[in-house]
């Protein structure tokens, strides 16, 4: 009986010494978001407030806390800092939904003077860059195209359809479309 005492009070150390590590670690990565706990794809230089960086993930508005949005300029920022009436687009460059919703809205560009829309995609910069060229998005003011890490999408909306559209005021979602949606349905919800 002796023999196994050593042993299992030894497996009992390493074992809560794991459990320490392991929480203390987990703790210092969720409880503060900062430049260490967003990855940054190549070049890009995340542009995280301070005041932003300690908002709990339950924060006063509804923009998604922790989808950091890489522009085409490499920057990065958090959805959550985004300020006033904004729509967020989820889309896939070669998705023919997203390809004619695309269309729909750069035909009704006047109906989104004062939103600012935020179209976000999993591709890669120069897909979505191609993308925006094609369908004269990059020539409007009051559009940014964004990559995102689908996995921060899916974190942050689930596992949606392409395209699917989030209306927010003020940081409250007021509406959102998943799925092609057609744009008289979009413009009655602005």
Not at 135 to 145: C, D, G, R, T
Not at 159 to 176: C, V
Request: charged fraction near 20%; glycine fraction near 4%; aromatic fraction near 10%.
């Amino acid at each position: 009986m002796k023999k196994f005492v050593l042993p299992i009070a030894l497996f009992l150390v390493v074992a809560i010494a794991a459990f320490y590590f392991i929480h203390e670690n987990v703790k210092e990565k969720t409880t503060f978001l900062d430049e260490r706990s967003v990855p940054k794809p190549e070049g890009a230089n995340p542009v995280i407030p301070k005041e932003k960086a300690a908002l709990p993930a339950d924060s006063l508005h509804d923009l998604p806390p922790l989808l950091p949005l890489t522009k085409l300029d490499s920057t990065t920022v958090l959805a959550n800092t985004l300020l006033g009436k904004t729509i967020l687009i989820v889309f896939l460059p070669d998705c023919d939904h997203c390809q004619r919703e695309a269309a729909q809205i750069r035909k009704h560009i006047s109906a989104f003077e004062k939103y600012s829309l935020w179209f976000i995609s999993s591709a890669n910069l120069a897909e979505i860059k191609q993308f925006g060229e094609k369908y004269k998005l990059l020539e409007q003011a009051n559009i940014s195209l964004a990559h995102s890490e689908q996995a921060y999408i899916n974190d942050s909306f689930g596992y949606i359809p392409t395209p699917s559209l989030y209306i927010y005021s003020n940081g409250h979602r007021i509406k959102d479309f998943k799925g092609e949606t057609d744009i008289k349905t979009i413009l009655a919800a602005l």
